[in-house]
């Protein structure tokens, strides 16, 4: 981190990253006392005082967005979907979704003991770095690009293969799910994060044309952070893009959308076979120039059209499985109270029409 003393003496730091403080604002202003997950979304300066790589400065701009409060493996979909969405509207081209599993607190610590004591038993092989690494957080060494190092790890224990039960249940779930978006992923299992609070799912994007530093982005779960903030025990996800980068991929014309632009929807699916369906929908409204919240919590009519209204929302799409079958799409509009149902065929230029 960027650390000093200023002329006074006092010791300063100036701010690495997004996650964290957005985490401790969702403490320090009671919000989840609101419906959960709280979708938040930021864009400012941040610092790191290590050496500068392509595309990464000492001073650089973050885009980020975090959804906190949901354990819900379709939040890490929709997370995954938006950011699919946020790229395809730009134009950027030559894109790889890399992902893994971290586990959890059930499984990754004995995973960790068994992969230092691989590492142990190979120690003679290993760069200095990786040697250290090796004793005070051994998942990093999966981040060394020595050639030797890489070896190694080429043959080591993959935490893939070591999940509990309910971990391995919720990576399959998101992966199905993005999938159903229209998305495929690259499982890597050098995929990794060196931060004790990041849990199960973490993602990435790489982008061609970026050179060895290829990674645009990069995202995960984070289940401990909130409560290691002094929080009440909150999941939550989230993912941060390196702007100076994303500059650096982007085609000479792009479209470029305001907050004029902005017609908010809320798709509501009803039950959790819905969801799927209403991640497709959200790809293609977005697609067409659409803000989508989607209530992955599939909780109901009630409980969905209660988080739309309370988002700003103009107008909620609920789904369910008669929608599903018939391929149409019961509108509301949260202003005027009113509800029809629409073949999914001609919905956008309906929305159009009423946005």
Same mark, same amino acid.
């Given at each position: 981190m960027y650390s000093f003393p200023d002329r006074s003496g +006092?010791?300063?730091?100036?701010?690495?990253?997004?996650?964290?403080?957005?985490?401790?604002? %969702? #403490?320090? $202003?009671?919000? $989840?006392?609101?419906?959960?997950?709280?979708?938040?979304?930021? %864009?400012?300066?941040?610092?790191?005082?290590?050496?500068? !790589?392509?595309?990464?400065?000492?001073? $650089?701009? !973050?885009?980020g967005a975090e959804a906190i409060g949901s354990a819900d493996p379709a939040v890490d979909a929709e997370v995954?979907?938006?950011?699919?969405?946020?790229?395809?509207?730009?134009?950027?081209?030559?894109?790889t979704l890399n992902m893994n599993?971290?586990? @959890?607190?059930?499984?990754?610590?004995?995973? #960790?003991?068994?992969?230092?004591?691989?590492?142990?038993?190979?120690?003679?092989?290993?760069?200095? @770095?990786? +040697?250290? +690494?090796?004793?005070?957080?051994?998942?990093?060494t999966f981040d060394c690009k020595v050639p030797s190092c890489r070896a190694v790890l080429?043959?080591?224990?993959?935490?893939? @293969?070591h999940l509990c039960p309910e971990c391995r249940e919720h990576f399959d779930t998101v992966l199905e799910l993005v999938r159903a978006a229209g998305l495929e992923p690259r499982l890597d299992f050098r995929l990794v994060r060196g931060?004790?609070?990041?849990?199960?799912? #973490?993602?990435?994007?790489?982008?061609?044309?970026l050179g060895a530093q290829n990674a645009l982005l990069g995202g995960g779960r984070y289940d401990k952070l909130v409560s290691d903030l002094g929080g009440p025990k909150t999941p939550g996800i989230g993912f941060a893009i390196g702007e100076d980068r994303l500059i650096d991929v982007l085609p000479e014309?792009? +479209?470029?959308?305001?907050? @004029?632009?902005?017609r908010p929807v809320t798709l509501i699916p009803l039950d959790r076979n819905d969801v799927a369906d209403a991640l497709v929908l959200a790809k293609e409204l977005r697609g067409a120039g659409f803000a989508v919240d989607v209530v992955t919590a599939a909780k109901g009519p009630g409980y969905g059209l209660k988080v739309a209204e309370r988002s700003g929302a103009a107008v909620a799409i609920l789904l369910g499985q008669k929608e599903r079958e018939e391929r149409t799409a019961n509108l509301k509009d949260l202003a005027g109270r009113t509800q029809e149902v629409i073949p999914r065929a001609g919905l956008i230029e309906a929305l159009r029409a009423r946005l």
């Open positions: +006092r010791d300063l730091t100036l701010r690495p990253e997004g996650t964290a403080p957005v985490c401790r604002a %969702y #403490v320090e $202003h009671g919000m $989840h006392k609101w419906p959960q997950p709280v979708k938040l979304w930021y %864009y400012c300066p941040m610092f790191r005082y290590e050496k500068p !790589q392509a595309g990464r400065y000492r001073e $650089h701009y !973050q885009i995954i979907a938006l950011l699919a969405a946020i790229f395809a509207e730009l134009g950027v081209e030559g894109l599993s971290m586990g @959890d607190a059930v499984c990754r610590p004995a995973y #960790v003991e068994k992969l230092r004591a691989y590492l142990q038993g190979r120690e003679e092989e290993l760069c200095g @770095d990786c +040697r250290e +690494r090796m004793t005070l957080n051994p998942l990093r080429d043959e080591a224990p993959r935490i893939g @293969d931060l004790d609070y990041y849990t199960r799912t #973490v993602f990435e994007m790489t982008a061609e044309g014309a792009f +479209r470029k959308v305001t907050i @004029d632009d902005v």
